[in-house]
């Protein structure tokens, strides 16, 4: 089956649904993890979608989709406190993981968008640009390219030869081994010490004092086993 939309003038994508079947197969009667984190080295996978001092004592995960109203409305309203008071002063480090809701579509081509502009390592500029402006089209996501400086050859090839589909349905994936329905989903852990706590999971767009209370509950336990 074949989505008749294009990226720019771009060729149509074929879709496999094949990926789709293995997904849901891989995933199927997952439950979120109540103790421990054996299985969960996913979490700390390094891949360049990073926000803040690598070496942060904690690391917050959001698994998010690009048409979210809960995901914009927690990216305006929750996640510049929580850069203020926790990312920029090098307490939290931040990464993004995607989660499309649909296996093609405007969430799947914001997240596409988003690996290109990471290709020309300006993977966080297109990621700000697209929750400041979700028009998510064809042309909407070659103005965003424009807008933030980009090889617009470079971008364009990148979205139509879709090489980052099967790493976004991988997020995708470990988001529903953690027990995520939908976005957004967030996961809290101690980064010296994942296989150790059992990760906090806050599945949805909770307001800053529910991040708050267990950001500096973390941070006093890793002050507690330096001691």
């Known amino acids: 089956m074949a989505d008749k939309r294009s990226h720019g003038g771009l060729r149509p994508r074929t879709w496999i649904f094949g990926v789709a079947l293995c997904l849901a197969v891989l995933t199927q009667g997952v439950r979120p993890p109540l103790a421990g984190a054996e299985g969960l080295d996913f979490l700390l996978r390094e891949d360049g979608r990073l926000r803040g001092n690598v070496k942060a004592p904690v690391t917050l995960i959001e698994y998010s989709d690009f048409t979210c109203g809960f995901?914009?409305?927690?990216?305006?309203?929750?996640?510049?406190?929580?850069?203020?008071?926790?990312?920029?002063?090098?307490?939290v480090r931040f990464s993004y993981r995607d989660y499309p809701r649909a296996f093609?579509?405007?969430?799947?081509?914001?997240?596409?968008?988003?690996?290109?502009?990471?290709?020309?390592?300006?993977?966080?500029?297109?990621?700000?640009?697209?929750?400041?402006?979700?028009?998510?089209g064809a042309e909407d996501l070659q103005r965003h390219a424009k807008a933030i400086k980009l090889d617009l050859p470079a971008f364009a090839k990148c979205m139509r030869e879709e090489r980052q589909t099967e790493d976004i349905?991988?997020?995708r994936a470990e988001?529903?081994?953690?027990?995520?329905?939908?976005?957004?989903?967030?996961?809290?852990?101690?980064?010296?010490?994942?296989?150790?706590?059992p990760p906090i999971v806050i599945p949805g767009a909770f307001p800053f004092e529910v991040f708050e209370e267990q950001i500096d509950r973390l941070l006093g336990e890793g002050t507690k086993g330096k001691r």
């Open 104 to 136: 093609q579509g405007p969430g799947l081509d914001g997240a596409l968008a988003t690996r290109c502009a990471g290709e020309q390592n300006r993977y966080w500029a297109m990621h700000d640009e697209l929750w400041s402006d979700r028009r998510l």
């Open 71 to 91: 995901c914009h409305k927690w990216f305006k309203e929750t996640w510049p406190r929580i850069q203020a008071k926790y990312v920029d002063t090098g307490k």
């Open 175 to 197: 988001g529903t081994i953690l027990g995520f329905r939908g976005t957004p989903g967030f996961v809290l852990f101690r980064t010296d010490a994942p296989d150790k706590d």
């Open 169 to 171: 349905f991988r997020d």
